[in-house]
């Protein structure tokens, strides 16, 4: 799963805010408390002249301490174009630190990867995005739900708190050999994009749902392909327990190769066996010909 957030260019680019608008905005000093800006709009460009953001907005209020905005519209341009929407956002002037709430919605234009939640925090010092609301991550491999997020926008590091579940395809989703795996567990889950790595923990079941294969665990860790995407190698530690109809198998950990489709189990009992013919093309094949 891959989305990239901006919150650290959002930052700079609102703090601007104070000092730049187009002169087609309108402000409101009347309250005496502040400046109010309508209908805003501002772009960033390079040094070489190129278009590198532009934020819209309906209307910022602006004090000493802080920076309200409505309807928060911002694009950023680049290697990934991302878009950022949310009906409020605040700034706080002091720290740079970022609040955005209601609707908040993060688009990765070029893969089409997409977050979204109710609200979402940026610490500035931190470099870290979070909330503790439900988050939901929507690409073309899957989606990826959960209760409470924590990110390093430029690390592209992120952790899921509790309530994980993934739900992904293993091949294209038009392709006949696709099939679809749901991974859930009581959390947290962590990914690394730049690994293409995620790790489940605490009470792990994956089902293939064509099949009804199931396996526990209490700790998953899948690898994926850079370019195919495909699960390329995935292992299961703790209490690992594989079950295909009536037939239960159990072990205290489990490697499968995505390559050869062989599945390895080890410790009481270890079980190693050819999974080529069977059925289905996820990770989860039959326990035995």
């Known amino acids: 799963m891959k989305i990239k957030i901006f919150l650290t260019v959002f930052v700079f680019v609102f703090c601007a805010v104070i000092g730049r608008a187009d002169e087609s905005t309108d402000s409101d000093t009347s309250s005496g408390t ?5 209908g805003f709009n501002l772009n960033g460009y390079s040094n070489t002249g190129e278009k590198t953001w532009d934020i819209n907005g309906t209307k910022a ?3 000493d301490t802080n920076i309200q905005i409505t309807n928060v519209d911002a694009n950023f341009y680049g290697k990934e174009q991302a878009n950022l929407t949310a009906d409020h956002g605040t700034i706080d002037k002091t720290n740079g630190n970022v ?3 209601d609707n908040v919605v993060i688009t990765s234009v070029d893969r089409g990867t997409q977050m979204t939640t109710d609200t979402l925090d940026y610490n500035r010092n931190k470099d870290l995005v979070s909330t503790q609301d439900p988050v939901k991550i929507t690409d073309s491999q899957g ?3 959960g209760q409470g997020m924590s990110a390093h926008p430029n690390l592209k590091k992120a952790k899921i708190n509790k309530h994980v579940k993934a739900v992904v395809n293993t091949q294209d989703k038009d392709d006949p050999d696709n099939q679809v795996i749901t991974v859930t567990s009581d959390g947290p889950m962590q990914m690394d994009q730049a690994n293409m790595y995620a790790v489940f923990i605490d009470h792990v079941i994956a089902v293939e749902a064509s099949t009804g294969r199931e396996l526990h665990s209490d700790k998953m860790e899948i690898w994926f392909d850079q370019a195919t995407k495909k699960i390329k190698k995935a ?3 703790g209490h690992v327990k594989a079950i295909q109809g009536p037939n239960v198998s159990y072990a205290d950990k489990m490697i499968y190769e995505g390559a050869t489709q062989m599945l390895t ?3 009481r009992p270890k079980i190693v066996f050819d999974t080529g013919s069977a059925k289905g093309n996820g990770m989860f094949q039959p326990l035995g010909k």
């Open 143 to 145: 989606i990826v739900t």
């Open 99 to 101: 609040n955005l709430k």
């Open 235 to 237: 292992i299961c530690t």
């Open 265 to 267: 189990m080890i410790g």
């Open 34 to 38: 502040g400046q109010q800006l309508q």
């Open 61 to 63: 209020d602006i004090t």
